[in-house]
């Protein structure tokens, strides 16, 4: 059986000896991937000494250390999802920090192939050895530049950054600025001959590199459903450049049935294919290759150019890849479907970004090549679990950490210890309790923890929500039974409250043994719990409700269509204006989501009604109603200003919307009546009505200015409207009948039911491999040719959607699977992300769009 988490792990023990006795880094992406497997107790036992973040390197690192040898480290392992060039800054600021270091090695799942055909790269094709050099000998530079500074200035504070944090990542060349005072910490002599180290001629120790290729570095829902860290190069490299056929980098473009060749293959195509071809290299498998799609096309071509006749020789095992373009089913993840997973995902908050494609300092080809990718570390809050009784263990916490403060430096501990008195006092009262530590513990997903080897991420992934809240709370019942815990309360089977939820996940939380050996549950249940929160739900029912009503329109006429769009964005704009006043939310649909629902709308007219006007699926009358319905709910809501169509122009409609609004202003300051002062100067201006009279004329041409620039910025959003609402008109993939049993379904269960069903699907494409080209081309004639194999032949179904996959489309290919007559086989599903509707409006809306 295919376990693409086993497979992961199994590569981390494959580098057990440059791990023992090491400090390990993890960048933000590799973290994130690690999290998921489970990964750190695995480190951990490998003899890791310590596990660090990359980003955030602090002397005190090389201070704590799992293991029990007393000797101070002198080896460091970086395990990195980025290019080389991306996490160069944060390499050489942890070798600036950490004391004694002789030995550097580095793990990148960006092969030297890769980091040479990467655009704008400054490296080449033995990009590992390049970068072993470049990096020996931007440290020796920072190592010189800090002894020259620390005899200038002896009374430098060491713990001050050695690289300030700046704006994001620098080029492999540092500039002036990002190179301070080293301080003590630089004790390493670095000698180097020709861009390579060599022996110090004095006996001074040199600093080693090995830069090695580590390409499992993935997130893992479950044994068979995966996706790529979103902080990694491979997920954050463009899919698509800017053209008319383009409509966000994070996405593909639409197809027209020309994929792209040569230097027009996207950065992020570049690297999926090679992620993949070492997937299943590590996984041994021997992959068919099926494309759907333009981009999947060229991704397709790219393995197929990767392969060689050695590979198809090895004996592996036979599999079958599918490629999807995510442009051609926008509609299922913008949608709100029936699942738990998707509701948590979009509920939660999510972890702050480690570093932004936005904030680029001295270079604009990562702006170029790359899109921010929302974390997957999903913050599942805690702070209403854990007893308040469980604070008292706190004190003793904080004076521990006052006596070491103490112990580590005298002289700079005593601002810290005031704020250790401080929060002692925040915990001895009863109101500032609420708002304490308690509130910033965070919980996380970790795909390992199981129930009696039952993994509760994979059990509940293709749930919908009932059931796998149900689910959830049998879990519960059976870990208070274990526990010998019971409740005095009623807990009804096959219904879900969180009334019932809240006390027994409390109860099991209650001591710390309990809570340790439960864990998985209690983050899993209490995520539950806030996303059938009634605010979070109630949004949630809303937009489902929403999507349906559309749904059954679009099967109707575009005029019933378009009316209940705009009826739609009419209410958006009133609950904006009622949230404006009241300051608060009430979980209704906001003009945001109005426009998501806009999309939706449209890209439902494009496949019912694509003939309806000249550019778009609506009539010129039809389309106008809309028009000017966002038009009016935009000058309601100066808010939605930070929308990217609209950028530019907060100041002006917030300023509208305080003429507009004149009473705000009075209810803001009442006693400015009782406090105005009629001078007698006051009474010389009386008759100049000229000048009120030039002001309102001023104030009217700049609201006719603002409506006329609004109404250009809305004619572009609707323009790009329409090109969402064309992809089925340029490349119609099926008929779309009215009778059809699976018509509301999503495009991965149309093709697995019908390639499983061993029936062709139009569009999809088999890219033929080497020897299978010789065969077609030469020995074909002689009678000698390959028969053109099946995806259902295949024992090994690997299906990867380029741009990215939710969890319905999960549970939509498990049922075609069960639905099909060949059950057995063994389906492994991927994709550059994991879509919920939020990720899907700012990539199509958003700071992501082309728009």
């Known amino acids: 059986m295919v376990d693409v988490i086993k497979c992961c792990l199994d590569s981390i023990r494959q580098i057990s000896d440059d791990i023992k006795d090491a400090i390990v880094y993890l960048d933000a992406g590799c973290a994130e991937s690690f999290q998921f497997l489970g990964a750190f107790p695995l480190l951990l036992e490998l003899g890791a000494r310590a596990v660090c973040s990359l980003e955030k390197t602090s002397a005190l690192d090389e201070v704590v250390s799992w293991q029990s040898n007393p000797e101070p480290a002198q080896k460091v392992v970086v395990i990195t999802s980025r290019l080389l060039s991306d996490a160069h800054r944060y390499v050489l600021r942890c070798l600036s920090t950490i004391q004694r270091i002789h030995r550097c090695i580095i793990f990148t799942p960006i092969s030297e192939v890769g980091h040479s055909a990467y655009p704008d790269s400054p490296l080449g094709p033995d990009a590992f050895r390049e970068y072993e050099s470049l990096l020996v000998q931007d440290y020796e530079e920072l190592t010189k530049g800090g002894q020259m500074n620390s005899r200038e200035s002896d009374d430098s504070n060491p713990r001050e950054s050695l690289i300030p944090e700046g704006e994001g990542w620098s080029q492999l060349a540092f500039d002036g600025d990002d190179i301070s005072n080293s301080g003590p910490y630089s004790t390493a002599k ?8 060599v022996p110090a001629a004095d006996g001074g120790q040199m600093l080693v590199v090995n830069v090695h290729h580590f390409p499992l570095i993935l997130c893992p829902f479950s044994p068979r459903v995966f996706v790529l860290p979103s902080e990694g190069s491979v997920a954050e490299g463009n899919l698509s450049v ?30 999926t294919a090679q992620f993949l071809y070492y997937l299943a290299t590590k996984m041994d498998l021997k992959l068919e290759i099926f494309s759907l799609g333009d981009l999947s096309k060229t991704v397709g071509r790219l393995l197929m150019d990767m392969s060689s006749l050695y590979d198809v020789g090895r004996r592996k095992r036979s599999a079958g890849l599918l490629l999807i373009d995510r442009t051609l089913d926008l509609l299922t993840p913008c949608c709100h479907g029936d699942s738990l997973v998707d509701r948590i995902f979009s509920c939660l908050p999510r972890r702050e970004p480690t570093t932004s494609l936005t904030h680029v300092k001295g270079s604009q080809s990562q702006l170029k090549h ?7 570390d999903v913050q599942i809050p805690l702070d209403k679990i854990l007893e308040e009784e469980t604070l008292g263990d706190n004190f003793q916490l904080l004076e521990s950490i006052e006596a070491f403060l103490h112990g580590w430096d005298s002289s700079n501990a005593a601002a810290q210890i005031v704020d250790l008195t401080n929060l002692s006092k925040k915990l001895n009262g009863e109101k500032p309790l609420q708002n304490s530590k308690f509130e910033q513990i965070r919980g996380s997903f970790v795909s390992t923890d199981n129930f009696h080897g039952t993994k509760y991420l994979e059990a509940v992934l293709d749930r919908r929500t009932k059931d796998g809240a149900v689910l959830i709370k049998k879990w519960l019942q059976e870990s208070l039974r274990q526990e010998n815990i019971t409740l005095n309360m009623k807990i009804r089977q096959r219904s879900i409250s969180n009334t019932e939820l809240q006390p027994m996940i409390k109860a099991i ?17 209490a995520a539950t719990l806030t996303a059938l929160d009634e605010l979070h739900s109630t ?59 806009t999309v ?11 003939t309806s006007g000249s550019g778009g699926p609506f009539s010129w009358q039809e389309e106008h109603f809309m028009q000017e319905a966002i038009l009016d709910a935009i000058l309601e809501n100066p808010a939605v200003a930070r929308l990217k169509f609209l950028q530019g122009l907060a100041e002006e409609l917030k300023a509208n919307f305080s003429r507009r609004n004149p009473d705000e202003k009075k209810e803001e300051s009442p006693s400015q009546l009782e406090t105005v002062d009629f001078d007698d100067d006051q009474w010389e201006s009386w008759g100049d009505e000229n000048e ?26 609707f323009k790009f409207l329409h090109k969402l609402s064309s992809l089925r008109r340029i490349m119609p993939l099926e008929t779309k009948l009215n009778d059809d049993p699976y018509s509301n379904k999503g495009l991965l269960y149309k093709v697995l039911t019908r390639v499983l069903a061993k029936y062709d699907f139009p569009g999809l494409e088999y890219h033929s491999s080497t020897v299978g080209r010789l065969f077609k081309s030469g020995f074909g004639r002689f009678g000698l040719g390959q028969a053109k194999p099946s995806l259902v032949d295949q024992d090994i179904i690997l299906v990867f959607v380029i741009g990215g996959i939710n969890t319905v489309e999960v549970r939509e290919a498990h049922e075609a699977l069960s639905e099909s007559s060949r059950p057995d086989k063994e389906l492994i599903l991927g994709g550059t992300t994991l879509l919920t509707p939020d990720d899907m409006f700012e990539l199509l809306l958003g700071e992501s769009s082309f728009i």
């Open 539 to 597: 949004r949630w029912d809303g937009f489902s409700s929403a999507e349906k009503i559309l749904n059954v329109n679009a099967g109707d006429t575009s005029q019933s269509l378009a009316s209940q769009i705009s009826d739609l964005i009419n209410k958006s704009a009133l609950v904006g204006l009622q949230e404006h006043k009241s300051h608060s939310s009430q979980g209704l649909l906001s003009l945001q989501d109005a426009l998501l629902l």
């Open 190 to 197: 670095v000698v180097y001959k020709d861009g390579f180290p």
């Open 692 to 717: 009120d009279t030039d002001k309102t004329k001023d104030q009217a041409y700049g609201d006719m200015q603002l409506k006329l620039e609004l109404r250009d910025r809305v004619d572009n959003l």
């Open 242 to 271: 800017e053209h008319e056929n383009s409509i966000s980098p994070g996405l593909p473009s639409i197809s027209t049935g020309t994929p792209d060749d040569g230097e027009d293959v996207p950065a992020g195509a570049t690297l």
């Open 600 to 610: 939706i709308g449209y890209i439902l007219a494009g496949e019912n009604f694509p």
């Open 509 to 525: 939380a209650k001591s710390q043994s309990s809570l340790v050996r439960n864990k998985g549950i209690i983050q899993l249940a």
């Open 370 to 376: 790359g899109v921010v990718r929302p974390p997957l």
